[in-house]
């Protein structure tokens, strides 16, 4: 399987917004809804920001959330602060019962 | 408060089998909610899914993992186990287990991790 393509990084400056794409095929992202997004700072385990595309697991800020539109997901952080940089992760359920992320994303608040 | 651990050997000698235990406490394992996925995470790389488990045995794996591997359940100790045979040093990783939604829709908690060489 093949992973989700994601841009290497991204950053913004505190109180911007910032996009995070997550691109993959109808066999993934496309065909159903079951995308999540994972933030991991260094050092730590990754923590779940959003799931079933668009939904936050209570404790997360209502400043992230998440969108879909074809094959591709979205990350969207608004009123970025400094505690956001890390790096992101998607993934996806997949056609073949598995289970595949993308390659991460660098956030870097400017 | 959900908590997952890891335990196992930090260094594993080429072409030896990997083995990992995952010990799940404040929360049961036999739960028809969740699967227990193993994910690991090479020194400044990304995420990968190794394979996950539900609490009847059920099991998926990574196809580029899947002739290596082995997922396994011991609902009365609570208890997650990863066996990754034939290991090179490609297989030095961060080693994480989870708890997974359902259609691996998200994973809500994770253990801390744990480092796993392979070096002779």
């Known amino acids: 399987q093949s992973a989700l393509t994601q841009p290497a990084s991204v950053s913004g400056s505190p109180g911007q917004s910032i996009t995070i794409s997550c691109t993959g095929t109808?066999?993934?992202?496309?065909?159903?809804?079951?995308v999540s997004w994972y933030q991991q700072h260094p050092g730590k385990a990754p923590k779940l920001m959003i799931y079933?595309?668009?939904k936050r697991p209570s404790g997360v800020s209502n400043r992230f959330s998440g969108s879909k539109s074809g094959n591709t997901a979205s990350l969207t952080i608004s009123g970025l602060q400094a505690e956001d940089e890390a790096d992101y992760y998607c993934s996806s359920h997949t056609s073949s019962s598995t289970w595949v992320f993308g390659g991460g994303t660098k956030l870097t608040v400017l | 408060q959900l908590q997952l651990q890891e335990s196992g050997p930090g260094l594993v000698q080429p072409s030896e089998t990997l083995s990992l235990t995952c010990t799940v406490s404040g929360g049961s394992i036999s739960s028809s909610s969740y699967y227990w996925g193993w994910v690991r995470q090479p020194p400044g790389k990304g995420l990968e899914w190794i394979g996950s488990?539900?609490?009847?045995?059920?099991?998926y794996y990574n196809p580029s993992l899947k002739s290596r591997v082995t997922i396994s359940i011991d609902t009365s100790k609570n208890q997650v186990s990863l066996k990754l045979a034939s290991v090179t040093a490609a297989d030095t990783a961060i080693y994480y287990c989870?708890?997974?939604?359902?259609?691996?829709?998200?994973?809500?908690?994770w253990g801390q991790g744990t480092l796993v060489t392979v070096s002779s």
């Open positions: 989870a708890r997974v939604f359902l259609w691996f829709a998200g994973a809500d908690y």
């Open positions: 079933d595309v668009t």
């Open positions: 488990i539900f609490y009847t045995g059920g099991t």
């Open positions: 109808s066999s993934d992202v496309g065909g159903y809804n079951y």
